[in-house]
């Protein structure tokens, strides 16, 4: 796959500048890097913390598949991320379904995956990921210093290490091969096997046990009845429902 970046010192959002271009027509393999983000977006609308320092960019596809398949990118893109930061900082990384990047129970990084459909097709898929690279803690904001931890690697390595990985990812996706990409990020789960809550944006929330991803990157939950139910990544936010750390998983 041919990558070719393309170097900003700040804009708004990297989605917000991909989308353009993707519109516009630029090809699969295009992203868009910032040194910093003024209004850097998160998953449901939340804003993203993005100073100068952190691995902020958005990575434009054109991938041939279903909107129900879209499910599998964060997935794909956590498994690549989570590579390209193990193999950098040695860090044992976790994915928390379905974006965020955690090391020692905290968030390093998240995952904003977008799209526009035509006739039931993805004309494009904008793949936005935020690395709380060098941020130093003093400089996150009250909110997030109890939750958000920051990575000691160098913003153009790690989008290099990350791009090499997703490269081989996505062929081996391209060719039917998501299911041992869905194996690796199981191994790296942050929360099967683990209690949690569910909450949807109604303000509907169930609690239960985390106990599988599917075929097309779904979460699974068992509640306490023993019914199961599924829930599909854009809507739903998740916590755990006992602080880390947990004991080691028993599988
Ligand atoms: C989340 O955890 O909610 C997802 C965060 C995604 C942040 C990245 S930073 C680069 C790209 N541009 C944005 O505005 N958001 C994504």
């Known amino acids: 796959m041919h990558f070719v970046v393309r170097e900003l010192e700040e804009v708004d959002s990297t989605n917000t500048v991909a989308r353009g271009l993707a519109e516009g027509g630029c090809p699969e393999g295009t992203v868009i890097l910032a040194h910093s983000q003024t209004a850097g ?5 939340r804003a993203w913390f993005s100073p100068k320092g952190g ?71 904008i793949v936005g990921v935020g690395i709380n690279a060098n941020v130093k803690f003093e400089e996150f904001p009250p909110e997030l210093k109890a939750i958000a931890t920051s990575v000691s690697i160098e913003p153009r390595e790690l989008l290099d290490a990350f791009l090499q990985e997703f490269a081989e990812l996505y062929e081996a996706f391209k060719c039917g091969g ?38 097309d990157g779904a979460l699974i939950v068992e509640l306490p009845s023993g019914a199961r139910e599924r829930f599909i990544g854009g809507e739903v936010s998740l916590s755990l429902v006992r602080p880390f750390p947990y004991p080691p998983l028993i599988q």
Request: charged share 20%.
């Open 55 to 125: 691995l902020w960019f958005s990575l434009i596809l054109r991938p041939d598949m279903s909107p129900q398949e879209m499910g599998k990118f964060p997935i794909l893109v956590g498994v690549a991320m989570a590579r390209a930061i193990g193999a950098a900082s040695g860090l044992p990384v976790r994915l928390k379904w379905p974006n965020d990047i955690m090391i020692n129970g905290k968030k390093a990084g998240g995952i904003l995956v977008e799209s526009s459909l035509l006739g039931g097709k993805p004309r494009y898929v």
């Open 41 to 45: 977006r998160g998953r449901m609308g």
């Open 178 to 215: 998501f299911g041992d990409i869905l194996l690796e990020a199981k191994g790296l789960s942050y929360i099967l096997g683990r209690p949690i809550r569910a909450a949807l944006p109604d303000g509907a929330a169930v609690e239960g046990v985390a106990v599988d991803i599917d075929d």
